[in-house]
């Protein structure tokens, strides 16, 4: 197992205990959605409703798999390696061309996954459909709830994760959890939740009002 899938593992098991992962994908620097003007499909198999990234090496793996077929869990719409244009990762305050798909969970639970980067953080995004009550059943106890654009959310603080915080938005499928790690550049003292219902606030409108 790689050190990224390491990463991704300790990361979601905060929320889920993922099964099996069915596929992984590296990638290179993504192409501004406004810049290529196409729009690409959804793991649904439906037209978005509005451009995506399309860097073939950024798409997301298919959903149907032996694993996943016998689930009944609902396909994971919003993916945020081809959805989340550079703008909306520019005001977050990470570089758009430091986008990197991480190793995506098709299994029992579907999480899509995706990385920036800036000087001093990492910012970490998963789109599952695990539900709402197993997340809260997971980590409510280290949660406090709160709002996103309105849309319920938790912020979560892991007592195990000094160096990283995470706030959780609820979907139509699941939840993305938005995480933040601090790197070694980050001033000493820093607090990883600092800036992140900012952060938070930026990305969740490219999550889309029907997702």
């Not at 290179?28 to 399309?54: F, H, K």
């Not at 520019?90 to 999480?111: C, I």
């Not at 949660?143 to 994760?161: F, H, K, Q, Y």
């Amino acid at each position: 197992m790689t050190a990224i899938r390491n990463s991704l593992l300790v990361l979601l098991a905060t929320t889920v205990v993922p099964l099996a992962a069915s596929c992984s994908t590296d990638n290179n620097a993504a192409q501004d959605p406004a810049e290529s003007g196409q729009a690409t499909t959804s793991p649904t198999g439906t037209q978005s409703t509005r451009p995506t990234l399309t860097a073939p090496k950024l798409q997301p793996p298919q959903q149907d798999n032996k694993y996943s077929s016998s689930t009944g869990r609902p396909a994971v719409v919003f993916d945020p390696c081809t959805w989340i244009s550079d703008d909306a990762a520019r005001r977050a305050g990470f570089v758009p061309t430091s986008r990197k798909r991480l190793d995506d969970l098709v299994a029992e639970y579907t999480f899509l996954t995706c990385t920036f980067s800036s000087a001093e953080r990492t910012l970490r995004l998963n789109s599952g459909n695990a539900t709402w009550a197993e997340n809260l059943a997971k980590v409510g106890t280290y949660s406090e709830p709160t709002t996103v654009n309105g849309r319920e959310a938790l912020l979560v603080r892991d007592p195990e994760v000094r160096r990283g915080c995470q706030i959780d938005v609820r979907t139509k499928v699941g939840f993305v959890q938005i995480a933040v790690d601090l790197t070694d550049r980050a001033p000493r003292g820093t607090d990883p939740c600092d800036g992140l219902r900012d952060i938070a606030t930026t990305i969740e409108p490219e999550i889309g009002k029907d997702n």
